[in-house]
């Protein structure tokens, strides 16, 4: 099983970006899909899960900026985020809990928000 993010990059504040994470492999199922980041220093937090009937949670940060979706059809979780700030700077992995392999996690992709 293999999670493939993808959609990182450089941006100014108050663009936009939209990252995207593909699963593919055997599994059964994808339950609860998410991003999560981590900025240098810091620990990975939580940014924003979804689950496999469509029910979402934002940390309090991104909340009205961000915007997290999923194609069950392509295993495919996206995470759209709007008015970029420099705090928003991080590494951002994408996590997926997998029937039967449990939570499994793809590599970072870099979001970087600078003038």
């Known amino acids: 099983v293999q999670l493939q993010a993808s959609g990182g990059g450089l941006v100014q504040p108050g663009g936009s970006l939209r990252l995207s994470c593909a699963v593919s492999g055997s599994f059964l199922h994808a339950n609860t899909m998410g991003w999560y980041r981590q900025a240098p220093g810091k620990q990975r937090d939580l940014v924003a899960v979804i689950t496999s009937g469509g029910s979402t949670n934002y940390a309090d940060s991104v909340k009205g900026r961000f915007t997290i979706s999923r194609d069950n059809a392509k295993n495919t979780v996206y995470l759209q985020m709007n008015r970029l700030k420099s705090e928003d700077t991080a590494d951002y992995y994408c996590?997926?809990?997998?029937?039967?392999?449990?939570?499994?996690w793809g590599q970072g992709t870099q979001v970087t928000v600078s003038s």
């Open positions: 996590s997926a809990v997998l029937l039967p392999w449990g939570r499994r």
